[in-house]
């Protein structure tokens, strides 16, 4: 059976790259053509690491390399006949994205009053050495031919969720904005330990943490403004009222009862209306 030699590519046959922005690491396992001379192209933002029968053979960075396995042109030919049609040598490519890729995390947490938040952390990462392409190699396991950035956050969510909830946790629903750079460094810091030892370098982060409830979210933003509890839940009224379109909802707004000509509609004195039980309607 003759032995087919092929150039090794992470890029399809219309030039687009197979990692692109969401793979971190492609495994390509092929046992008929990664032989003795395939043509190993390594484009500018990736790094390869061959591997055999489980060991690393090589790492390798940009440019092309002719492989030299031991499966020898003549007796890959004999050993493939023999075995089948099959390499009795089964190579592995592994190619590893070296370009800044987008990972997200979210979850939720409680505050000091037990209310609950929504948390999300946006953050780059990227590897950029040889050793790290290893390290990402020997301790992430594949699940499938590829290694994404879902599988990153997966991974990453755990040590993200327990450092936003060391500071989360002791400190109150609306002081949380004014504890957000040390929740970011507390986040940072982790989050960088965690994936270090994976070989994977963490880059900008960003953290938004809001009330999950919408209604605890548009109070806050009215009391951001400078208003009392009370004047924010009134405000809040007279905006649900606006948008049912009640003519009502400037009078909830300031606290004043609705005049229609010279009466005034309000809350009837449980004195008063006493005296309507079993009357029927007042005259």
């Given at each position: ?34 032989v ?73 947490a409680t ?18 050495t040889k ?44 002081n ?108």
């Amino acid at each position: 059976m003759a032995i087919t030699r092929q150039v090794i590519t992470a890029l399809d046959p219309r030039g687009v790259d197979l990692l692109g922005t969401k793979n971190v690491a492609l495994k390509l396992a092929d046992d008929q053509n990664i032989v003795s001379g395939s043509l190993l192209t390594v484009e500018s933002n990736h790094f390869c690491v061959l591997k055999s029968r489980g060991a690393i053979l090589q790492v390798y960075e940009t440019g092309q390399y002719p492989l030299t396995t031991p499966d020898k042109p003549l007796f890959g030919s004999i050993s493939q006949g023999f075995f089948g049609g099959s390499s009795p040598w089964v190579y592995e490519v592994i190619y590893i994205n070296r370009s800044k890729l987008l990972v997200r995390s979210a979850g939720t947490a409680t505050t000091a009053e037990m209310a609950e938040v929504s948390w999300q952390a946006d953050y780059y990462i990227h590897i950029d050495t040889k050793q790290e392409a290893l390290d990402l190699i020997q301790h992430l396991p594949f699940n499938g031919s590829v290694i994404n950035t879902d599988e990153i956050s997966a991974y990453a969510g755990p040590a993200i969720e327990q450092a936003i909830n060391q500071v989360i946790q002791v400190t109150p629903l609306e002081n949380i904005n004014e504890r957000i750079g040390e929740l970011r460094e507390s986040v940072k810091g982790h989050l960088a330990d965690f994936l270090r030892v994976y070989g994977i370098m963490l880059n900008d982060l960003k953290i938004l943490v809001l009330p999950k409830d919408e209604r605890m979210r548009q109070l806050i933003s009215l009391k951001a403004f400078g208003l009392t509890p009370i004047e924010a839940v009134r405000y809040y009224l007279a905006m649900s009222m606006a948008n049912a379109g009640l003519v009502s909802a400037p009078n909830a707004a300031v606290g004043a009862p609705f005049n229609i000509g010279s009466q005034v509609l309000g809350t009837i004195p449980l004195g008063e209306a006493a005296g309507f039980r079993g009357t029927g309607p007042a005259t």
